[in-house]
């Protein structure tokens, strides 16, 4: 346990170094600012991150690598150990003896396997697409199609934090008289 949580404590942190590195304007900021099309930006005031052209994102795709790397190495583990979990849950609720038994790890069950299905869900899936958009040349896909997709996408990243508590909440009966 305390191997697997300084490995995820060391890979977390590789995230947090390697945003605090490339997170930075491209070497042409300079001069993508001065597209027409950017100026209403710039009118606007304010700070702006210029990680370079669509598709070629200088410093920033390798921060985006290592949110993405870092998904690859904690993801299965999660996953693998979820369903480790969801097996043993199993096992016991098929020797159980007693019904009480049987009705709690029915309910354990559906709490784990609904937060392993969310979390798939508003977490992995938009961080794939962050990095595939970021990566990518988007111009080609209509505004019409792109907007609500972005707007999807970061609503459902934002959901994240609240979903494991609201299964949790929505699973058990004593929480939702």
Known sequence: QVALCAATLIILSSVV???????????????????????????????????GRP?????????????????ALIGPVT???MTQSMA????????????QTDDMTKR??????????????????PILILCLFSLID????PGVIFAPM?????????LNPTQTSLVYILKNTMHRK
């Open 55 to 71: 598709g070629n994102a200088q410093y920033f795709q390798y921060a985006l690598i290592s949110v993405g790397v870092a998904v």
């Open 17 to 51: 170094l390697a945003w605090s590195v490339y997170a930075k304007d491209s070497d042409e900021a300079p001069t993508i600012m001065e597209d027409p099309e950017l100026q209403w930006l710039i009118e606007r005031g304010g700070t702006i991150f210029m990680f």
């Open 108 to 125: 354990i069950f559906a709490v784990l396997s609904s937060q392993m299905l969310n979390t798939s869900f508003v977490f992995t899936f």
């Open 79 to 81: 996953f693998t150990l």
């Open 88 to 99: 043993l849950l199993k096992k016991v609720r098929r020797n159980s003896f007693s019904r």
């Open 138 to 141: 988007t111009s080609s896909i």
């Open 150 to 158: 972005r707007s999807a996408i970061l609503l459902l990243f934002c």
